[in-house]
T-cell receptor
């Protein structure tokens, strides 16, 4: 069975500071993608960043970067220079690279950026 | 490019009533997903379509839930009769043609409250 674990239900960070959200996952497959999605109060899921499991280089997207440790099945998200607009639920998810590619989500981390 | 459209945004019904949700995916996207997101949890896949064929409906409670995708474009999800535990946000997502394509685009969701 595929599982995604986010052990931090809630986190907070001061504006302009850096915060790291944790995620671990479990799968026996070797080809997959990993994602971080952001869900603000408007409910719309927005893709923040994605990582192909076959790539060793960690993905970066402006202020967002990941630390992907494939052997440890760990996929953390670092947000630098936090902004008030980063306040949201953050979900870690993965999907298989081939075949049915539905997303398996974690339970989410609620991030609050404090002014 | 228009995003994934869903309606209604909110719906309140009494238990044992029926309800239907509508989704219009991004133009040209062959794959369509319905997810159920219960409060405090990550989204869970209910059903996945490739064009107008079902790829995965293993998590769909078929005694009360049904879904169809007409002509491989719009989709409707129906619940009949509704139970209290069906209260959730129902998210629709779409992705481009190939099953191996990883990125999914989400709609704003429909919040269902069953009283």
């Amino acid at each position: 069975a595929q599982t995604v674990t986010q052990s931090q239900p809630e986190m907070s960070v001061q504006e302009a500071e850096t915060v790291t959200l944790s995620c671990t996952y479990d799968t026996s497959e070797n080809n997959y993608y990993l994602f971080w999605y952001k869900q603000p109060p408007s409910r719309q899921m927005i893709l923040v960043i994605r990582q192909e499991a076959y790539k060793q280089q960690n993905a970066t997207e402006n202020r967002f970067s990941v630390n992907f440790q494939k052997a440890a099945k760990s996929f953390s998200l670092k947000i630098s220079d936090s902004q008030l607009g980063d306040t949201a639920m953050y979900f870690c998810a993965f999907t298989f690279r081939t075949g049915a590619n539905n997303l398996f989500f974690g339970t989410g981390t609620r991030l609050t950026v404090i002014p | 490019e228009a995003g994934v459209a869903q309606s209604p945004r909110y719906k309140i019904i009494e238990k044992r009533q029926s309800v239907a949700f509508w989704c219009n995916p991004i133009s040209g996207h062959a794959t369509l997903y319905w997810y159920q997101q219960i409060l405090g949890q990550g989204p869970k896949l209910l059903i996945q379509f490739q064009n107008n064929g079902v790829v995965d409906d293993s998590q769909l409670p078929k005694d009360r839930f049904s879904a169809e995708r007409l002509k491989g474009v719009d989709s409707t999800l129906k619940i009949q009769p509704a139970k209290l535990e069906d209260s959730a946000v129902y998210l629709c997502a779409s992705s481009p043609r190939d099953l191996g394509e990883s990125e999914q685009y989400f709609g704003p969701g429909t919040r269902l409250t069953v009283t």
